[in-house]
T-cell receptor, first 114, second 115 residues
Framework: AQSVSQHNHHVILSEAASLELGCNYS??????LFWYVQYPGQHLQLLLKYFSGDPLVKGIKGFEAEFIKSKFSFNLRKPSVQWSDTAEYFCAVGRGGSQGNLIFGKGTKLSVKP | DADVTQTPRNRITKTGKRIMLECSQT?????MYWYRQDPGLGLRLIYY???????NKGEISDGYSVSRQAQAKFSLSLESAIPNQTALYFCATSETRLAGTDTQYFGPGTRLTVL
């Protein structure tokens, strides 16, 4: 069965530190890849997505992610985090084409200390 | 996202009661989903609907039912609520395209507590 693994349950950083959140998936076919962010008390919002083309994807608020097909990975990065980045981050994978369904990872909670 | 609304936003109920959570969308999307979120477990798919006549079970459909009353409305029912259904419930929508079909847009969530 398809699955998505997020390696870190809780990451604590100081402001200006660099961030990398890991995401691996277990599906061998064509995939669509997503990162969603959930700020405290809010709903999920799309941060960035990859469907095809350049494997380095840039999203909102300075986030980027790199799709490495050989590693089945789609790690999220940000060079310098801010206190306002405190949130929970979810990686999600959808099968290519028009399947529609997404499989979500269990999430990584990011706490940024001012 | 105001395009996807959920009612109620919070609900406290008792074991055995029937509960309905409602979702409406003005995005014109044909696909709608219901998820539950539990701490440490991420989002798990309960039911999804690709159009009004197409309803499918997700990963954890037991104890839940759904109704797609119209393209814009998708309701989730708990026929007889139990405490382990206490969770945050999200509705989501997406549209069908040749590519990029899977981007989902989420409602604000309903926090349900079953005592």
């Amino acid at each position: 069965a398809q699955s998505v693994s997020q390696h870190n349950h809780h990451v604590i950083l100081s402001e200006a530190a660099s961030l990398e959140l890991g995401c691996n998936y277990s599906y061998g076919g064509t995939v669509n890849l997503f990162w969603y962010v959930q700020y405290p008390g809010q709903h999920l919002q799309l941060l960035l997505k990859y469907f095809s083309g350049d494997p380095l994807v840039k999203g909102i608020k300075g986030f980027e992610a790199e799709f490495i097909k050989s590693k089945f990975s789609f790690n999220l990065r940000k060079p310098s985090v801010q206190w306002s980045d405190t949130a929970e981050y979810f990686c999600a994978v959808g099968r290519g084409g028009s399947q529609g369904n997404l499989i979500f990872g269990k999430g990584t909670k990011l706490s940024v200390k001012p | 996202d105001a395009d996807v609304t959920q009612t109620p936003r919070n609900r406290i109920t008792k074991t055995g009661k029937r509960i309905m959570l409602e979702c409406s969308q003005t995005k014109g999307h044909d696909r709608m989903y219901w998820y539950r979120q539990d701490p440490g477990l991420g989002l798990r798919l309960i039911y999804y609907s690709f159009d009004v006549k197409d309803i499918n079970k997700g990963e954890i459909s037991d104890g839940y039912s759904v109704s797609r009353q119209a393209q814009a409305k998708f309701s989730l029912s708990l026929e007889s609520a139990i405490p382990n259904q206490t969770a945050l419930y999200f509705c989501a929508t997406s549209e069908t395209r040749l590519a990029g079909t899977d981007t989902q847009y989420f409602g604000p969530g309903t926090r349900l507590t079953v005592l």
